[in-house]
């Protein structure tokens, strides 16, 4: 088991003895006063006992992952705390954990690993690669955050259809996201189907051109492929047309809801009063979803932030930067010196400057689900910034220093997992 513990190490790089932190921190000193002379009867020396450094005032009390590891090299409690030695102190004293858990935490824990963090965002961060090191076949278990969720397209499919999945999708399917709920993603899809009459109903669809038209052909909310009235080819188009709408930048949808207002004004300019409603309609939608869910979302193999967050006070700051299966911890500064260090920073989201800042990848869809489960928790006190290629440094100044002067951070939240196998297992703007 020892090499568990030195493979955690680069994660969580601070060490203590349990040992050390339980001894009595106190030294015996001479009492104060003259020493005895003659031949005084001698009399039983009282000693002065005054306290040492060391035990668990040599703990910080701040926030931090930590993990505790029996004498054997057992993983037994791995956690993030908002007071590590306040922490330490009631699973080794049995102040608090112990009398509820009936465990007394000193008897087999030998020594402790951690790492003090600003964030709560850093302190998940490290938390799920702190159980995913140790834990690999049951980590996903013990993360306080939900999957996040993708809306997929394979446009080479002989029947493409949108669908929603956990999971991200490779290339050539494209894969949207994240989302915090499967409701929201369903949504979101339902929506685009509305926006570009596409088929509903998924089985009907694939007895084209023999199925039978459902109500929506008569509604004339959808060109019925399915019946054949269209050719399978223009439905196929009509679901690029689709695709590229959720799936490109704002100013691609900007230029389809030209395209459509201009439409709208030629029918209505020929007095098609019907058609220049469905116009009309589809134009109130897309602002709805421009409004709305669509600016949350990007295409996975761009989708990419640059983060903010408190480092180690509140006088410091701890920028990361995350993308597809990736995090990026970057050097913290202090809050007066972030104008110097901005434009390094974006230049850091950059496709070409990025893949030097990545030393360890991670799946997809479990990066995704951290920062999506931060970016909306409404303890998270952080800044996210999507870096799609669409904002510029001055928002970016803007955005960051918006975030310090009005900010306020919450206190970070307890999330634990206690190895309960293991107790029983051997062994801004800048200068432009």
Not at 83 to 96: D, H, S, V, Y
Not at 165 to 173: E, G, I, L, Q, V
Not at 313 to 337: D, H, K, N, Y
Request: contains cysteine.
């Amino acid at each position: 088991m020892p090499e568990i513990i030195e493979r955690i190490a680069d994660l969580l790089p601070e060490a203590a003895s349990i040992a050390d932190l339980l001894n009595s921190n106190v030294t015996e000193v001479p009492p104060e006063g003259p020493a005895p002379v003659g031949n005084q009867t001698e009399e039983p020396t009282t000693l002065r006992r005054k306290s040492a450094p060391g035990g668990f005032a040599g703990i910080p009390a701040k926030p931090a992952v930590y993990v505790c590891f029996s004498a054997e090299g057992v993983p037994v409690v791995v956690a993030t705390t908002a007071n590590l030695r306040k922490a330490l102190q009631n699973r080794m004293a049995g102040e608090a954990e112990s009398k509820r858990n009936h465990i007394n935490y000193a008897e087999f824990v030998q020594t402790i690993r951690f790492r003090c963090v600003g964030s709560a965002f850093a302190a998940s961060w490290w938390y799920y690669r702190s159980v995913r090191s140790l834990f690999p076949s049951r980590y996903a278990a013990m993360l306080a955050w939900k999957p996040a969720w993708f809306i997929t397209l394979d446009p080479a499919a002989e029947v493409p259809q949108f669908q929603i999945s956990t999971a991200p999708c490779n290339a050539p399917a494209v894969c949207v996201g994240p989302l915090l709920s499967r409701r929201a993603a369903r949504e979101l899809m339902e929506s685009i189907e509305d926006l570009f009459d596409l088929c509903r109903y998924r089985d009907i669809l694939r007895q084209a051109p023999h199925g039978t038209a459902c109500t929506y052909k008569e509604l004339g909310r959808c060109p019925a492929p399915c019946d054949g009235t269209i050719s399978m080819t223009e439905y196929q188009r009509q679901t690029t047309a689709a695709r590229h709408f959720l799936a490109d930048d704002a100013d691609a949808r900007i230029q389809w809801c030209d395209q459509q207002e201009a439409l709208m004004r030629q029918a209505a300019s020929r007095m098609d009063f019907r058609l220049a409603a469905t116009y009309k309609r589809k134009l109130d939608l897309a602002d709805k979803l421009n409004r709305g869910k669509l600016p949350q979302v990007h295409n996975m193999d761009k989708w990419k932030y640059l983060i903010f967050q408190r480092g180690k006070t509140r006088q410091w700051i701890a920028p990361f930067v995350a993308g597809p299966g990736w995090v990026a911890e970057l050097p913290e500064v202090p809050e007066s010196q972030v104008n110097e260090h901005l434009l390094m920073w974006t230049q850091l989201c950059n496709p070409g400057v990025s893949h030097c800042i990545i030393w360890e990848t991670f799946p997809i869809e479990q990066v995704a689900a951290l920062v999506t489960y931060h970016k909306y928790r409404p303890a998270d006190a952080g800044l996210y910034i999507p870096m799609d290629g669409t904002i510029g440094i001055e928002i970016i100044f803007q955005a960051l220093h918006i975030w310090l002067n009005h900010e306020n951070q919450d206190e970070m939240p307890e999330m634990n997992s206690t190895g309960r196998p293991a107790l029983i297992s051997p062994g801004e703007p800048p200068e432009l």
